[in-house]
């Protein structure tokens, strides 16, 4: 039987707290709990849920182009509030895997790809920070490899003016379902 799978992208304290390095701010934060409400359906429905989170070194050359965050083993890079409290009481169970990513695809030189057919995944929902960055690339990463994508609209967020219109080129160009 093929399973879905949900990906929470990057809602770490450096993207979602106010005192965050690239924060998205309040906008990332009002989707906290329906990220949440939606973890806890996948598990109940025995469904992956994936933490995709980006991780850099010190100085690793991103930082020419973004203020440093989610630096490897600091404050700024765990999960924002009761996402990391959820992720604390379900980081053992079979059906949740966490994903360091160096780059803003969840897929790109990470083995998410292999996690994900190992657990019979055929449709990744997407949800986290930022739409119209790691959002959209992995929504690409995911159609390049064969998934079926849903973007939860509601669950996604950015710093930007752009929600939509990347929303809409998902539609468009990886024929993503809108939720």
């Given amino acids: 039987m093929s399973k879905e799978a949900l990906l929470i992208i990057d809602m770490s304290n450096d993207f979602v707290s106010d005192e965050g390095n690239l924060t998205v701010g309040k906008p990332a934060q009002d989707i906290v709990a329906s990220i949440v409400e939606a973890a806890n359906d996948f598990l109940h429905r025995d469904q992956v849920v994936a933490?995709?989170?980006?991780?850099?070194?010190?100085?690793?050359?991103?930082?020419?182009?973004?203020?440093?965050?989610?630096?490897?083993?600091?404050?700024?890079?765990?999960?924002?509030?009761?996402?990391?409290?959820?992720?604390?009481?379900?980081?053992?169970?079979?059906?949740?895997?966490?994903?360091?990513?160096?780059e803003y695809d969840a897929f790109f030189n990470t083995n998410l790809d292999d996690k994900l057919k190992e657990k019979g995944v055929e449709k990744v929902h997407l949800a986290g920070v930022c739409t119209d960055i790691c959002n959209f690339l992995t929504a690409y990463g995911a159609y390049a490899r064969g998934y079926k994508t849903v973007a939860h609209q509601d669950k996604m967020a950015t710093f930007t003016n752009n929600h939509n219109v990347f929303v809409k080129h998902m539609e468009t160009v990886f024929k993503t379902e809108l939720k």
């Fill in 51 to 102: 933490i995709c989170m980006d991780e850099h070194a010190e100085d690793d050359g991103h930082f020419e182009l973004w203020p440093a965050h989610n630096v490897k083993g600091t404050w700024g890079q765990e999960l924002y509030g009761e996402l990391q409290t959820w992720f604390d009481e379900h980081k053992h169970h079979p059906n949740v895997i966490y994903i360091a990513k160096p």
